[in-house]
């Protein structure tokens, strides 16, 4: 399995939380991230998380989202708190097995809806 399957999507009110999960087959992983794409606006970088451990977070996301990862399985959560309207979109979970970015999978995506 090289694509990875994500869940966790769904519809919640406004200040709600949800968590995304992403899992893949391998077990090793350079840099595993979110990203997502609204109607009608390009994909866009929510959060990354390196092997080494080092997190980055788009500034629209930053002390609401949390990226952390599990094993022995690559799995990638993202904890989503405080909600907005404006996160509504498809999530995609990104992962990149090697540094050079020559394996590098994206999952189906999946929907977030958040309501006022």
């Known amino acids: 399995q090289q694509q990875p399957v994500e869940s966790g999507g769904g519809l919640v009110q406004a200040g709600e939380s949800l968590t995304l999960t992403c899992v893949h087959s391998?077990?090793?992983?350079?840099?595993v991230g979110w990203y997502r794409q609204a109607p009608g606006k390009q994909r866009e970088f929510v959060a990354t998380?390196?092997?080494?451990?080092?997190?980055d977070y788009a500034d629209s996301v930053k002390d609401r989202f949390t990226i952390s990862t599990g094993s022995p399985k690559i799995t990638v959560y993202l904890q989503m708190n405080s909600l907005k309207p404006e996160d509504t979109a498809v999530y995609y979970c990104?992962?990149?097995?090697?540094?050079?970015?020559?394996?590098?999978?994206w999952g189906q995506g999946t929907q977030v809806t958040v309501s006022s």
């Open positions: 990104n992962i990149k097995l090697d540094a050079l970015g020559l394996y590098d999978y």
């Open positions: 391998a077990s090793i992983f350079a840099t």
């Open positions: 998380l390196t092997g080494s451990g080092r997190t």
